[in-house]
């Protein structure tokens, strides 16, 4: 037995975000979706959220435009604004521990995730930071990250696996996934892994040092 948190980041995508809802309802799986707060100035993605809000999912901050990594942001402001005009648009879809997911590039964890002034806004914001420990690459292999992200989960005792509900083709194979991995012995959860949590409703849980640039 082994746990599976699903996380989707970057949409939410017409045509890609409701085939991942139709799959996570047949089998009464729960998930989170991370949002890119640009996507939510168009009404048939905000209605996306609103259906996966309604359905049960949780919902997250992915930073306004997801265009540069925090920690490698030098303008002034600039990671507050990406961080907070984000969860304004949210506004009651937000889930109460106001989860918020660095872009990192690429699925690396480092410094690059989050600058002093991030850190700051999440802190003093009482945001709840949202890693990962699995990052199959979906996005980059649409049609082979189903064997990599079932070999991942089945080494961990609980991953919490990040997929892009993204036009690339990939969420094609996410019933194959699904399939093979409750198979294989899967339990399917909502909440995330506590080492995937640096930040939890404002407080720092472990050593930021590695997450923040600039921060020894």
Known sequence: MFRIT???DNGPEPG????VLDQL???GIKAAFFVV???????ARMRLAER???????????????SVPLGLRRDRGGATFEICRTQRALGGLAHPDRLFRPFGGGGQLGKLLLNQEALNCLTDGGYTCVLWNCVPRDWEQPDAWVDRALAECQSCPWSLVVLHDL???????LPR????ASQAGAEF???FPPECLPIRRGTPAMLLSDYVQGLD
Not at 16 to 19: D, E, F, I, L
Not at 167 to 173: D, E, F, K, L, N
């Open 6 to 8: 699903l996380s989707f």
């Open 177 to 180: 996934f699904l399939e093979e």
């Open 167 to 173: 036009p690339t083709g990939a969420m094609r194979h």
């Open 37 to 43: 707060g640009e996507n939510l100035a168009d009404r």
């Open 25 to 27: 309802e047949a089998r």
């Open 52 to 66: 996966a809000h309604a359905e049960g999912h949780w919902i997250g901050n992915h930073t306004l435009t997801h």
């Open 16 to 19: 890609v975000t409701p085939q």
């Open 189 to 191: 959860v909502q909440e």
